[in-house]
């Protein structure tokens, strides 16, 4: 809450092709995650060590199937939610963007504290055409990161907001 009402959600969302990163991103943690309790599981099968408690040791595939049944749908339904909460928005001489499923972030950055704005891309972001865009102020606080923007749309946010940052910079001295 403000004091002028409730905060606005941000007018843009990112790119939907952003759920489909993040559900690659998701895949790629969940076989490492099903793969590291397959192994431990094999490993602890059959075995008489004290420290493996008797029930892990007899049924060994509980251990995937409960990896599985905990962390399955989770990743498949975090990209989804993930993306109808990020939404960022450039209004007048402020980026404003929110982010965050779990603990909720909004950011103002004012385009006149801005010092660089960068743009990047992963592999899954270079293979669906995103990028991300980073945004730093000389304070940590105030710096901003945008995920799952079209390239394209990064660009040429990436270069207003250089443009228009230097013009603030210029009319301030």
Known sequence: MTSMGALRDPANRVSPKA???WLLESLV?????LGGSLLVS???DGSDWS?????LAEDAWLLPAGVVAVTLPFLVAEPFVRYFVHRWELSGDVVYARS???TREWVF???SRIQTVDKGQGWFERMLGL????????SHAGSSTIKGLDYRVAAELAERLARRAEELRDDAT
């Open 19 to 21: 759920i489909r990163m």
């Open 109 to 111: 950055v004012p385009v």
């Open 51 to 55: 420290w493996v408690p008797r029930w």
């Open 131 to 138: 990028a991300t865009l980073d945004i730093r102020t000389a």
């Open 42 to 44: 094999r490993w602890v």
């Open 29 to 33: 943690a969940f076989v490492f995650f």
């Open 100 to 102: 965050g499923f779990l």
